[in-house]
């Protein structure tokens, strides 16, 4: 039994995750308030959404016109005027306790009584992200897959003190949203996917770094052996190797064992980080 009606839906940071999140909701007929620190950024993210709209559009998977879904869609640098009026709120700023922590704190002090604040962390446990709101109860983890407006899964994490209400709420929401919730109900770092993608990089880091296979060779068995629909450097690359590494962090520091892997924290020293900075494992043009 679902008793919260979802209308309106607050999307706090707009950087590779969150403009795509904005963007299913807004598609889904959601009204959105997309929260970042600037409108540069902002802007920023407007124009990716406005890119991918484009695309749906042209090859006939979008039942409006991309204006029209842009309409829902409202920006702001003001972290109270995003949550205040939302009845749902999905976190997706950098991956960094301290960072999400205070804004939970701020969020649960703006946001309606009955919002419920979700987080699209990879890999920080919700109990920790709940124990700093007034609401324990209201606080979930929504884990999208990038990009969000292509990716079916979504993880639902129930935290220790998260309620079966909130739980119905996301999974009914994540449906309205066309996905495929799957409930996590053990809140461990990485939950399920983070916690097999991490081994592979693993794998995949130690014979390339053992000299046993090349970066280029790891991708092509990924892809044509193991039918990845991208290669694992590709795929580090396409999340961002800062995040990954901040992912890692996050789930080592919770006492995941990872033996490490040194390709990925020198790219980071260089700020090689991917498709979004033109180069990481590979270049883009
Ligand atoms: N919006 C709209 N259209 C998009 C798009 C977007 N965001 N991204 C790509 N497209 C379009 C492309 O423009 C292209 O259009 P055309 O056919 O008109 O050229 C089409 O989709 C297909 O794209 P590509 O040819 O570039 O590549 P593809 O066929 O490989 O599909 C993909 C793209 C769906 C991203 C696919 O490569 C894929 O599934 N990759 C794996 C993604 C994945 O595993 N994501 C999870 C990462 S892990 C994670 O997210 C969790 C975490 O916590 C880190
Ligand atoms: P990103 O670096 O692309 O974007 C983060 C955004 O948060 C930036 O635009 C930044 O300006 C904004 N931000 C930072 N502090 C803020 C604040 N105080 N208020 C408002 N906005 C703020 O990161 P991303 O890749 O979108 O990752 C976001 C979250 O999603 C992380 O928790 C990450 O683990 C998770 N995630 C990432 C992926 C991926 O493939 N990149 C996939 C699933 C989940």
């Known amino acids: 039994m679902v008793n919260l009606q979802v209308r309106e839906i607050a999307v706090i940071g707009s950087g590779t995750m969150g403009h795509g999140i904005a963007e299913v909701a807004a598609i889904s007929g959601f009204s959105v308030h997309l929260n970042d620190l600037t409108l540069d950024i902002l802007q920023r993210a ?33 972290l109270e005027d995003a949550v205040k009026n939302a ?7 950098f991956e960094d306790f301290n960072v999400k922590s205070s804004i939970f704190r701020r969020i649960s002090e703006y946001a309606p009584p009955h919002a419920i604040l979700a987080s699209n ?76 993608f991490m081994r592979l990089i693993e794998a995949a880091c130690l014979m390339v770094t053992g000299n046993e296979a090349t970066i280029e060779a790891i991708d092509s068995a990924a892809r044509f052996k193991l039918g ?8 580090i690359d396409f999340v961002g190797i800062d995040v990954v590494n901040s992912i890692l962090k996050a789930m080592v520091n919770r006492g995941f064992r990872f033996s490490g892997c ?17 180069e990481g494992f590979y270049k883009y043009p």
């Open 46 to 78: 407007l124009n990716n959404i406005r890119w991918s709209l484009d695309n749906l559009h042209r090859k006939g998977q979008l039942k409006e016109e991309p204006s029209e879904v842009m309409s829902r869609i409202s920006v702001t640098t003001s």
């Open 87 to 93: 009845d749902f709120i999905i976190e997706a700023v």
């Open 121 to 196: 962390t990879s890999s920080i446990p919700i109990s920790e992200l709940a124990s700093v709101t007034n609401r324990p109860d209201k606080v979930i983890g929504m884990h999208f897959f990038n990009p969000p407006v292509l990716m079916k899964l979504i993880e639902v994490v129930r935290g220790d003190r998260t309620s079966d209400e909130t739980v119905n709420v996301t999974v009914e929401l994540g449906r309205r949203l066309g996905k495929e919730p799957v409930v996590v109900n053990k809140d461990v770092p990485g939950f399920i996917s983070n916690r097999v």
């Open 228 to 235: 990845l629909p991208m290669g694992v450097f590709e795929l």
């Open 262 to 278: 040194g390709l990925i924290d020198e790219r980071v020293k260089e700020g090689k980080l991917g498709l979004k900075t033109g």
